[in-house]
């Protein structure tokens, strides 16, 4: 039986026991609907609804819908959400009945500002491992030249780890960036990096919630190894035309959002800019005639909603956006008894473009449904272009010769997932996709004119076609009022070429309330990745390279296991505790001096594959309330590598493995027209390559390279770079305006200008001796940012 017939077999089973299931409940009614914003009509995600009475609560879903089934009787509700105002509602229970709420914001409770960036409910849920990024943090948090960052800030939490100074790069408990999976509006986004890594490309203002999985993951998400990244775009305010923006050092942004048809139909378009080819340009141009070049990158993001009914509603979403960097050098000699113009020019760029359709409807109180259509791509292209004009014997002549590396990937894909609310004790999702995955892994054109005759040739890499499917169960189950259990399955399976793969995937993760302030939680996870990314560690460029696993290459499996402690503070502070360990089979490296540009043969003769573990602890001390809040986080790890052909087979530290991990992220309201924000990191250096013994060469006295000094190297990352730690500050100051509120933000990036190493070298000083040289990226470097809302 191939997968997919499995898939739908296991997806109609479950639909058959959730009926019965359904069948069975008995003198209960059934209170379901949708918490919004009041103000913008923007769905509340995991706002929750708890009844006094009978002591059980239900959490909005993605989409703000929730369902709570209660006894036929009267009812007395709280409905809250973290920095909204509480609302209670009493009434008598007699039917099933429709109750839809809109909380209102409250910046400032009792003279207290309510912000949070965990879940408030992390002791009542089931599942670790999970935090909930605010995006007030985001917004307030001093960042590299004042550019917000979702993926910056990420960065600051325990168990996440940044690869290298400035960049946007995400490593999650001893995974690569490839692991991650990044999902802005359900589809995933294959590059999420600007500027060569230093900026991501999400816009903040576009963006309503973002969640962080690092482990325990539940059976709906599936098809990576390491982490989650569940962003979800804005819907656009209903009720009103609404603005915002900001103008930067070397970008500007403005999102625009409100109806088309009050409370039924809205938008939001956000789009974003770098003016740096702009700048930059008088300075390029000045260093010789004919010189041009640039840099610039671009997001556009858009979503409009129809709600056709209170059971019915329809999304269209997308993002679009890219980078390009470009040189020219053009060189005329018009005056010569034969002219001629010569003109290079060179360049590389990247970018995503998604789009997905989502239709919500609801069957009835308890059964939610999402149907998803989506369309996700990325491609990397650099190539050079030289062309001639020249004039010989009274006949123009042209000429010309270009080479240029195309590489990336398309998906296509359709889904549906259902939410079941049998009563309050359980919580169902299930659900499945087909995904038809289009993958270039790296093509080679030359083409050449000599003005006689053409020639065209492309070598390398040829497409390739596969096929992705998955289906999915898991029960959210409260057992009693300590005991609460997430159980559930992913099943997936792959096809490319002839070749078939199929993988049954157990999740589960618990929690046992010891008290009402302290929790216990441990958790199980085993996925698969049917995914490869092959990158030139050394080129510092976003050649990323999307492979499928094939007849000879495996997909990349992981188990791990996760155990954990979460407790209440008084004085709104809270401090958990997780250690794991996880084991990873079937990962990719290039082979030592091996790599892809220029290559023509199939890139499955470069790779080695391999193993790899990581293990530690992460602990969180937070402070969700107050004019003071933030956190500090400390991450203890440990994570290698060992593959059969690299290192002579011996274990090695992988290159982004760091023993020590601080991160310090702090915000205080002093009034409403004041904030500051400061960031602390301190990190253990990187595990790097580097010939630690040198040696003269001995041979035949005819050999060129005879006494010439060789390095020899005993190991893989067999150094470690010094220490990086680095100080932000920020200011932002708040002002009510006629038409809204305008923000000025000044930073400091790197405030005591601290020297960090980018990368090392070896170089010889003044007397001949060899010395290990360091290359810092980033002095002191301060920003100014004005932001505006209308």
Known sequence: ????????RFLLSAIFILTLLTSAIGQNATISGHITDAATGEALIGATIYDFKSGKGAVANNYGFYSLTLPADSVSLRISYVGYQTQNEK???????????????????????????QNDNELERSQMSTIEISLDKVKSLPVLLGERDVLKTIQLLPGVQSGMEGASGIYVRGGGPDQNLILLDGVPVYNANHLFGFFSIFNTDAINSVRLIKGGFPAEYGGRLSSVIDMRMKEGNSKKIHGEGGIGLIASRLTIEGPIIKDKTSFMVSGR????????????????????????????????????????????????????????????????????????????????AIGALRWNYIFGPRLFSNTTLTYSSYDFNVGSQFESERVENGQTINSSQSIEYLSGIRDWSAKIDFNYFPDPDHSVKFG?????????????????????????????????????????????????????????????????????????????????LVNNRTAVKASYAHMAQFLHLLTNTGIGLPTDLWVPPTENIKPQLAHQVAAGVVRDLPADFSVSFEA?????????????????????????????????????????????????????????????????????????PYRYDRRHDISLA??????????????????????????????????????????????HIESRNNYRMPAYHRLDLGVNLHKETRYGSRTWSFGLYNAYSRQNPFFLYFSNDREGNQRLTQVALFPLIPSVMYNFRF
């Open 1 to 8: 039986m191939s997968p997919d017939s499995r898939c739908i």
């Open 91 to 117: 009434r008598k229970l007699d039917g099933n009945v429709v109750l839809s709420f809109e909380l209102s914001g409250s910046a400032m409770l009792e003279g207290v500002e309510v912000v949070a960036t």
């Open 273 to 352: 800019r770098t003016y740096i080819d702009v700048l930059t340009r008088p300075i390029i141009r000045s260093q010789g005639e004919g010189i041009d070049g640039g840099y610039y990158f671009y997001d556009l993001n858009a979503k409009v909603n129809h709600k056709f009914s209170d059971r019915s509603r329809l999304f269209l979403s997308g993002y679009f956006g890219r980078d390009r960097f470009f040189v020219k050098d053009s060189y005329s000699a018009r005056s010569a008894q034969e002219p001629y113009t010569e003109t290079l020019e060179a360049g590389l760029g990247w970018g995503n």
């Open 432 to 512: 499945g996709a087909y995904i038809y995955h289009t993958f270039n892994p790296g093509i080679n054109r030359f083409e050449e004119n000599d003005g006689v005759a053409r020639q065209d040739t492309s070598f390398g890499s040829n497409r390739i076609f596969a096929h992705e499917f998955y289906t999915y169960i898991e029960d959210d189950w409260r057992i009693n009022e300590k005991f609460k259990v997430n159980g559930g399955v992913h099943i997936s399976g792959f096809s490319v070429n002839s070749k078939e793969y199929f993988s049954f995937q157990p999740r589960v993760s618990g929690r046992y």
């Open 580 to 652: 794991y360990y996880k084991y990873m089979e079937n990962l990719l490296e290039y082979r030592d001096g091996a790599g892809f540009f220029g290559n023509a043969t199939d890139w499955q003769g470069q790779v080695e594959s391999g193993r790899g573990w990581s293990y530690g602890g992460e602990l969180l001390l937070e402070k969700k309330m107050g004019k003071t809040s933030g956190w500090i986080g400390y991450t203890l790890s440990w994570t290698n590598r060992q593959f059969e052909n690299i290192n002579f087979g011996e274990v090695f």
């Open 666 to 711: 702090l915000t205080h309201t002093f009034s409403e027209r004041v904030d500051v924000g400061i960031v602390w990191v301190y990190g253990t250096g990187n595990a790097v390559t580097l010939p630690l013994e040198r040696y003269r060469r001995l041979s035949g006295s005819g050999d060129f390279f005879r006494g010439a000094e060789v390095g």
